[in-house]
């Protein structure tokens, strides 16, 4: 496996996420949260991974798609909370109707959006994660993979 080439501790956590794309960000952040505080189920360096598809419900006339929804949904879960990462991809590169496959949050993405005045929650409202994560240059776009399997979640613990 590609994490244990690069150092990491590979722990699989489940295949089957589904419903909303905010409560599931708030499973998986508490999840890694509670990981990197107790080493429990796998020591660090860590990359836990889980997948499925979560769902959206639009409020808003924002741009995004499931997975850059989660990864917002996840950076207030996250703020400040250091050594951790939370990429989101959808394996066939394309996130709803954008170039993205995904984004990336880690324990600094909160300050780092407020030096720009940018508000999660405010972006959450509008379903505009994609404009969120353009803003700061932590979109994941590896381009169309011509495979849709499942969306991917990893979690980090450094």
């Known amino acids: 496996m590609q994490a244990e080439a690069e150092g990491f501790h590979p722990y699989l956590l489940r295949t089957d996420l589904q419903g909303e794309a905010r409560a599931t960000a708030f499973e998986l952040a508490t999840y890694l949260r509670q990981a990197r505080l107790t080493g429990d189920p796998i020591p660090g360096p860590t990359c836990i991974v889980a997948g499925g598809e979560t769902t959206v419900t639009l409020k808003g006339n924002g741009k995004g798609g499931r997975n850059t929804e989660l990864a917002l949904a996840a950076v207030n879960e996250l703020a400040d909370f250091p050594g ?46 994609y404009s969120f994560f353009d803003a700061l240059g932590d979109l994941f776009k590896p381009g169309s993979t011509g495979t849709n399997v499942n969306d991917l979640v990893f979690l980090f613990i450094f």
């Open 84 to 129: 951790v990462m939370l990429a989101t991809l959808a394996t066939d590169g394309e996130d709803g109707p954008t170039d993205a496959a995904g984004a990336v949050v880690t324990g600094g993405t909160f300050h780092r959006a407020a030096g720009l005045g940018l508000h999660p929650g405010d972006f959450l409202e509008r379903n505009d994660s």
